[in-house]
């Protein structure tokens, strides 16, 4: 196994993460207009459920993450779940394609600075800076322990602005040996505080901050304005 970093104990209120605007509003669903009556949507539902990855875990039907783990009952409770259960196919930094993690900053322009960054990545991809998304701040407040690479030389290679490689590997031996999640410095505002949460219990007080809309104009850089 790596050299595990040390532990932290964090407490840490009013950490940010953004996700796109359609995922935190409450409104009907988008299979209404395609029903004529009650029985034809409740088959429409049926059908969006049996590939809902969220729904899929709450039952108990994904690999990477059982629905003891999962959290029922709380504020938001369905956004936390679909954090863990939708992760991308490739993974993320501190995480593989089975099972997500609850990514947040500290700071909210570090959150800004994340957002734009992979945003961008994906439109250079199909060399087209020209979109316009909304964000919803999502707050929540964390106390507990966590894996903390901040001010360690020799955890560099976690941090590989080009590559998650090692740094899943690390996640995937510290998740198995019970790790709450890590504490590190952004990769995209070195500044920045970052936290990876695995454990859906310990996202506390989820609730909505301030929304931004990112707009690309023909230039990698966004501009960034308060709704």
């Not at 679909?82 to 570090?110: H, I, K, L, M, Q």
């Not at 960054?117 to 991809?125: A, M, R, S």
């Not at 707009?215 to 501009?223: E, Y």
Request: hydrophobic fraction near 40%.
């Amino acid at each position: 196994m790596a050299v595990v970093p040390k532990t932290s104990t964090l407490r840490q209120f009013d950490t940010c993460r953004l996700i796109p605007s359609r995922f935190a509003e409450l409104e009907d669903s988008v299979l209404a207009p395609l029903a004529d009556d009650s029985d034809t949507l409740r088959d429409l539902f049926d059908l969006d459920n049996a590939t809902n990855e969220r729904l899929r875990g709450e039952y108990g039907g994904l690999p990477g993450i059982g629905v003891d783990e999962l959290v029922f009952g709380v504020p938001n409770f369905r956004i936390i779940n679909a954090a863990f259960t939708y992760p991308r196919p490739e993974g993320s930094r501190f995480n593989d394609g089975e099972r997500g993690a609850w990514y947040c900053a500290f700071e909210v322009e570090t959150s800004l600075a994340e957002i734009c960054f992979h945003k961008t990545v994906e439109y250079q991809e199909i060399d087209r800076f020209d979109d316009s998304v909304t964000y919803q701040t999502l707050l929540a407040d964390f106390t507990s322990e966590f894996h903390d690479l901040r001010g360690v030389n020799g955890f560099a290679k976690y941090l590989d602005p080009a590559s998650y490689i090692a740094s899943q590997r690390l996640a995937e031996q510290l998740l198995d040996a019970g790790s709450m999640g890590i504490i590190y410095p952004s990769v995209r505002r070195p500044e920045g505080t970052c936290l990876a949460c695995f454990r859906p219990a310990l996202v506390g007080n989820v609730r909505k901050g301030q929304a931004y809309r990112l707009t690309w104009s023909g230039a990698p850089t966004p501009v960034i304005e308060l709704l």
